[in-house]
């Protein structure tokens, strides 16, 4: 059934176009049984000037009629009311009058002959199914809350915290989509305990699964090589790595309706080494090692320099990580950070992929605006929250040389491999840290010699660098990594930090956001 009129409106209107008038009689009466207003048009020009003449809530345009035919007509119908949903109805089942229609973006396409259900279906659809929809997912989420919060105390091993995460991502977004702004803030209020909760997972397990790489453990970034790249390298001649510098899960979820139509996904999911920061993690998605492991066999890759320069060597470690594996592949490599370097990649598509080997590319387009948005009180404004940072990473991709990138893969049949290094996480609370002179500058983790925290449940605090295969600071240094949605600050630059960075999109610490990062397989159609 419709949803009801609201009171002092008039009812949905429908105007159908077709000679055949005659014939519409039953389709009227069901459609005015159920609350809407049909008035009827015998010709494409007759029904042109009845929209000239008032508005009407949705247009059934029959294609093949005497005179101007129902295409034409819609070019017509589109000029006058080009927000008027559109529904094609013919006898042609020509497959070429149906993508004629559809390449037109009509709003639906019926077939001769339809019954009146059929016809109220698609109205429906198309007037109320917004609004169906949204009442859907309120009523669905409502039924869920209550369970989502009783689930809060349940001790999940590494699968059911992906499950969680993931979970609470998809009722993000489709909360969001269906305008469901109090619902969604029920569902922001869960975090802050699974962030409490993740955390102490993470101090349990993560040690744990480093100390016994062959137990019980999820995908870490030293195993995306290996366990996702390397089966296609060893079906395909090629194969592309996509490496998305600080993409979260909810970003990635918003891409895949886009990129559907040309692939087939295969969407899971791997654990962020820490700290969740691109010299570590992203080193290590490209070597196959932990860090510390990295700074021990490649002395001259690492050493105590700026963050910036430790991801210099990463198509070195590519390549010395597959010689590791035993597969002889050779290996390009490009690092996308401006616009220059998209539209130099851009001009050179056709010759940029394609070849034997690995083909990676890595995009720090998304990474670059979570951290220039510190620094830019534009881009604070436009990446204001969680949604509009996805919004604004929809709006970059569907624009960007990446999905050029991805369409010229669709074209060629070859298998693409998307992932990231980590994720990221918008930060709100300063935590007080103290710290010796030598400490590291990082707001989500810091290395050095007496370390901690004010408040012990704002970081976890690692006293042995060993445990987290991390490189060698010298004895005494310990690893203090901020949990939930904090930042850290020395007590000296309270108020500066406090102004310049509560608000900011930051990683380097423990939480879904930044840890559980999305891997997605996508084989052409």
Same mark, same amino acid.
């Given at each position: ?14 105007? /159908?176009?077709?000679? @055949? ?13 159920? #609350? ?17 003449? +008032? ?50 973006? *009509? =709003? ?19 007037? $109320? ?21 009783? @689930?809060?105390?349940? $001790?999940?091993?590494?699968?059911? %915290? ?7 991502? +998809? ?16 569902? +922001?209020?869960?975090?802050? @305990?699974?962030? &409490? @909760? ?53 970003? /990635? ?38 860090? #510390? ?6 002395? $001259?890759? %690492? ?24 597969? =002889? ?24 992929? #394609?070849?034997?080997? *690995? ?36 709006? %970059? ?6 999905? =050029? ?6 074209? &060629? ?36 010699? $007496? ?75």
């Amino acid at each position: 059934m419709p949803l009801p009129a609201k009171l002092g409106q008039p009812p949905r209107s429908v105007l /159908w176009v077709d000679d @055949e008038a005659e014939l519409l009689e039953p389709h009227r009466l069901f459609l005015a049984d159920r #609350g809407y207003e049909v008035s009827v048009a015998t010709n494409a020009d007759d029904a042109v000037e009845m929209l000239r003449r +008032r508005s009407y809530d949705v247009l059934l345009l029959d294609e093949q009629m005497p005179g101007k035919r129902g295409l034409d007509a819609y070019r017509e119908v589109r000029e006058i009311a080009p927000q008027l949903p559109v529904v094609m109805v013919t006898k042609s089942e020509n497959d070429a009058t149906l993508r004629e229609a559809l390449g037109a973006e *009509v =709003s639906d396409y019926l077939v001769k002959p339809v019954n009146p259900r059929q016809v109220l279906s698609v109205v429906t659809k198309l007037l $109320d199914g917004a609004n169906l929809r949204r009442q859907a997912v309120a009523r669905a989420f409502v039924e869920r809350f209550r369970s989502l919060e009783l @689930e809060r105390d349940h $001790d999940l091993d590494w699968r059911g %915290w992906i499950e969680r995460y993931d979970e609470l991502v +998809r009722w993000d977004i489709d909360l969001v989509d269906a305008g469901e702004r109090g619902l969604h803030e029920s569902l +922001r209020g869960l975090l802050p @305990e699974m962030h &409490r @909760e993740f955390a102490t997972f993470m101090q349990r397990q993560y040690p744990a699964w480093l100390a016994h790489l062959e137990g019980d453990r999820p995908p870490l970034s030293i195993d995306v090589v290996g366990e996702f790249v390397l089966p296609v390298l060893k079906r395909d001649p090629a194969v592309i790595l996509v490496v998305v510098d600080c993409l979260r899960l909810d970003q /990635w979820r918003v891409l895949e309706p886009v990129i559907a139509p040309m692939f087939d996904l295969e969407t899971t999911h791997y654990f962020a080494v820490l700290p969740t920061a691109t010299p570590y993690a992203r080193n290590a998605l490209f070597s196959g090692l932990f860090p #510390g492991e990295i700074a021990a066999r490649f002395p $001259d890759w %690492w050493g105590e320099r700026d963050d910036e320069t430790l991801n210099a060597h990463e198509k070195d470690l590519l390549q010395a990580q597959l010689r590791e594996l035993r597969i =002889s592949a050779s290996v390009r490599y490009e690092k996308i950070s401006s616009p220059g370097d998209s539209d130099d990649l851009e001009r050179r598509m056709t010759t940029a992929i #394609g070849h034997e080997g *690995v083909s990676a590319f890595v995009f720090n387009f998304v990474d670059l605006l979570t951290h220039g948005r510190s620094e830019s009180a534009i881009l604070y404004e436009v990446a204001r929250d969680e949604i509009a940072l996805r919004q604004l990473t929809l709006q %970059w991709f569907q624009r960007s040389a990446l999905w =050029s990138l991805l369409r010229e893969a669709a074209r &060629r049949k070859i298998t693409v491999v998307v992932t990231s290094d980590h994720g990221s996480i918008h930060c709100a609370t300063p935590a007080t840290v103290f710290a010796k002179r030598d400490a590291t500058a990082n707001l989500r983790y810091k290395f050095g010699e $007496d370390l901690r925290a004010e408040r012990a449940e704002h970081a976890l605090l690692f006293q042995n660098a060993d445990r987290l295969r991390l490189p060698r600071r010298g004895l005494g240094a310990n690893t203090l990594l901020a949990v939930g949605d904090t930042f850290f600050v020395y007590p000296t630059k309270l108020r500066e930090y406090q102004g310049r960075y509560r608000g900011s999109f930051l990683h380097g610490g423990v939480t879904p956001e930044e840890v559980i990062v999305p891997l997605a397989l996508l084989t052409p159609k």
